[in-house]
T-cell receptor, first 114, second 114 residues
Framework: KQEVTQIPAALSVPEGENLVLNCSFT??????LQWFRQDPGKGLTSLLL?????REQTSGRLNASLDKSSGRSTLYIAASQPGDSATYLC?????????????FGKGTKLSVKP | DGGITQSPKYLFRKEGQNVTLSCEQN?????MYWYRQDPGQGLRLIYY???????QKGDIAEGYSVSREKKESFPLTVTSAQKNPTAFYLC?????????????FGEGSRLTVL
C-alpha cells in the first residue's frame, strides 16, 4: 500500500532564506505528484503538479522535483517570505494508491519569521 | 470565477442527528471527492465519484453517505452512525478520476458534534 512521508513535520526559518521540503513515497508506480499549500482553517491550494514523465516543475519562487526511482520529491522555496507560512502537503496519484486517488502526506508546517 | 463551493463553513450538530454538507463545482469536472482531515492524521478519502449517478467508497466510508445526481453537485451526509464525526471536511474535484489530473479543493466545512 502506498505511503507518503513528509519530513520535517515543522520548520522555522528567517525571512529571505532558501529552503527545501521533502516528500517520500513507497511505491514508484505513480501518475503524478502534487504539492499543496494549506493555510489554517482553509482548504488546499494546488501549487505544482509533476507528471510521472517529468523531473521538475517551476512556478515563481517554487520549484518541485521528482525522482520516481528513489521515491522522492522536493519542494524548493527561494527567498522565503512571511506570507509563505503555511502547511505544505504532497500527494501522489497512482496505481499504488486507493483506486488511483491521491494519497497524502501529513504535511510540513512552515513558519517564516520576519 | 470557476471553483468549488462548500457550505456551510461551520456546522454544529447534536449527537444522533444526520447532517448534510454541500459541495458544488462549476469547473465542469467529472470526478469529485470527499476527504476528512483530522489533526496529525492527514487527509483520508471518504467517497469519490467518477461520473453522475456513480460513486465509490474510499478508505473511511462507514457512517457517511453521498449522492451524485448532477455533475456539479456531490453532497455528503454524515449520519448518526459515524462514531467520531467532529472533523474538517474537504471536497475536491478533478477532470477525471485516475487520469493524473490536478486536484482542486473547496474551502472546507468544519463539523463539531456537541
Amino acid at each position: 500500500k502506498q505511503e507518503v512521508t513528509q519530513i520535517p513535520a515543522a520548520l522555522s526559518v528567517p525571512e529571505g532564506e532558501n529552503l527545501v521540503l521533502n516528500c517520500s513515497f513507497t511505491d514508484s508506480a505513480i501518475y503524478n505528484l502534487q504539492w499543496f499549500r494549506q493555510d489554517p482553517g482553509k482548504g488546499l491550494t494546488s501549487l505544482l503538479l509533476i507528471q510521472s514523465s517529468q523531473r521538475e516543475q517551476t512556478s515563481g519562487r517554487l520549484n518541485a522535483s521528482l525522482d520516481k526511482s528513489s521515491g522522492r520529491s522536493t519542494l524548493y522555496i527561494a527567498a522565503s517570505q512571511p506570507g509563505d507560512s503555511a502547511t505544505y502537503l504532497c500527494a501522489v496519484d497512482g496505481w499504488g494508491g486507493s483506486q488511483g486517488n491521491l494519497i497524502f502526506g501529513k504535511g510540513t508546517k512552515l513558519s517564516v519569521k520576519p | 470565477d470557476g471553483g468549488i463551493t462548500q457550505s456551510p463553513k461551520y456546522l454544529f450538530r447534536k449527537e444522533g442527528q444526520n447532517v448534510t454538507l454541500s459541495c458544488e463545482q462549476n469547473l465542469n469536472h467529472d470526478a469529485m471527492y470527499w476527504y476528512r482531515q483530522d489533526p496529525g492524521q492527514g487527509l483520508r478519502l471518504i467517497y469519490y465519484s467518477q461520473i453522475v449517478n456513480d460513486f465509490q467508497k474510499g478508505d473511511i466510508a462507514e457512517g457517511y453517505s453521498v449522492s451524485r445526481e448532477k455533475k456539479e453537485s456531490f453532497p455528503l451526509t454524515v449520519t448518526s452512525a459515524q462514531k467520531n464525526p467532529t472533523a474538517f471536511y474537504l471536497c475536491a474535484s478533478s477532470i477525471a478520476q485516475g487520469a493524473g489530473g490536478e486536484l482542486f479543493f473547496g474551502e472546507g466545512s468544519r463539523l463539531t458534534v456537541l
